[in-house]
């Protein structure tokens, strides 16, 4: 069983930036796609940020393009999100998933793609 633990969380000013972390127990992290979702109260999780396996194809959510930034380090068994320029739009309890993957390049959208999931840290964008 993998276990993510998300960490960063928390209070910021809208214009504020917050990094995200996951940290998994994966031995063989290279070898999952990651995800970072998030979910608002009364709505649906929707996807934020993907990344493949290799890091090196990314994807993001249009309305964060520009501000979000997702990266891994294999070594650290570990992803961000570093988002900046935060609006209040973008409050919401945000989670990590993961997935295995036999594509270096493969990126995964819907929630019902990954199978492992952290249990959330929450993002409040508040003056």
């Known amino acids: 069983q993998v276990q993510l633990v998300e960490s960063g969380g928390g209070l910021v000013q809208p214009g504020g930036s917050l990094r995200l972390s996951c940290t998994t127990s994966a031995r063989t992290f290279s070898t999952y796609a990651m995800g970072w979702f998030r979910q608002a109260p009364g709505k649906k999780r929707e996807f934020v940020a993907a990344i493949s396996r290799s890091g090196v194809e990314i994807d993001y959510l249009d309305s964060v393009k520009g501000r979000f930034t997702i990266s891994r380090d294999n070594a650290e068994n570990t992803v961000y999100l570093q988002m900046n320029n935060l609006k209040p739009e973008d409050a919401a309890v945000y989670y990590c998933?993961?997935?295995?993957?036999?594509?270096?390049?493969?990126?995964?959208?819907?929630?019902?793609?990954?199978?492992?999931w952290g249990q959330g840290t929450r993002v409040t964008v508040s003056s």
């Open positions: 998933s993961a997935r295995t993957t036999n594509f270096n390049g493969g990126l995964y959208y819907s929630s019902n793609e990954y199978v492992y």
